[in-house]
C-alpha cells in the first residue's frame, strides 16, 4: 500500500507495521489509513492499535496518544514482535538480556539432566 507516495506500510493478516521517521508522519499515514480501511469495508480497531517511534534522542520517549476522529492510538516505549523486544531509543541491551534471562532459565531446568552419571560415561 502507498501512503503519502511511497510504500510505508508492512501489513500481514491482522498485524500492520507503518515505517516513518515522525510523530507527525505516523499520524498522517494513520489517517490514510483508517480512511482507506474504511473504504474496502474494514475498521482499524483502536484499542489494539499502537504506535511507537524510535528514536536515540532522549526526548522521543516523551508520552503521548494520537487522535484519528474519535480515536485514541497509544504511544508505546518498547513492545515483543516476532521473539524481539524494540524499544524507542533502538536499543539491542533489552533484547541481550532477555535472551540472556531465558538462556539462563533453559540451562536451570536441564542443569540436573546434564550433570546426570549417564551422561558422563558417554
Known amino acids: 500500500m502507498k501512503l503519502n507516495g511511497t510504500h510505508q506500510l508492512l501489513a500481514y493478516?491482522?498485524?500492520?507495521?507503518?515505517l516513518r521517521g515522525s510523530v507527525h508522519t505516523v499520524k498522517?499515514?494513520?489517517e490514510a489509513l483508517v480512511v482507506d480501511s474504511?473504504?474496502?469495508g474494514l475498521e482499524v480497531n483502536a484499542d489494539k492499535t499502537k504506535y511507537m517511534v524510535m528514536s536515540r534522542d532522549q526526548n522521543a520517549a516523551r508520552s503521548h496518544n494520537i487522535k484519528?476522529?474519535?480515536?485514541?492510538f497509544e504511544r508505546m516505549?518498547?513492545?515483543k514482535y516476532l521473539g524481539?523486544?524494540?524499544?524507542?531509543?533502538n536499543s539491542i541491551q533489552e533484547v541481550i538480556k532477555s535472551r540472556l534471562k531465558s538462556g539462563n532459565a533453559?540451562?536451570?531446568l536441564v542443569q540436573n539432566?546434564?550433570?546426570?552419571?549417564c551422561y558422563q560415561k558417554c
Do not use: V
Open 13 to 18: 493478516t491482522d498485524d500492520i507495521n507503518m
Open 28 to 30: 498522517e499515514n494513520a
Open 38 to 40: 474504511k473504504e474496502i
Open 68 to 72: 484519528i476522529d474519535s480515536s485514541s
Open 77 to 79: 516505549e518498547e513492545f
Open 84 to 89: 524481539t523486544t524494540l524499544t524507542y531509543q
Open 106 to 108: 533453559c540451562y536451570h
Open 113 to 117: 539432566l546434564l550433570s546426570s552419571s
